[in-house]
């Protein structure tokens, strides 16, 4: 069974359910393997304890709206 492990800030649920559709197509694509054998894990961080560049997830976050 393949799996794929995805991780990052938090995510809404909408966000979160196309990520897996994407992933998951991509891989069938790919591979040719069918999709009801993929597994796909979303691991989220809370934003403050993610950090790029020096910067939090969430201050980036801030910083852009």
Known sequence: ????????GSLN???KRE?????TEV?????GIP???FMVSIKEFPDHNVAVGG???AEIK???Q
């Open 1 to 8: 069974m393949p799996y794929i492990s995805f991780e990052t």
């Open 13 to 15: 649920a909408d966000v």
């Open 19 to 23: 990520l897996i559709q994407k992933l």
């Open 27 to 31: 891989s069938v694509e790919v591979t």
């Open 35 to 37: 999709k009801e054998f």
């Open 55 to 57: 910067r939090t997830v």
């Open 62 to 64: 801030v910083s852009q």
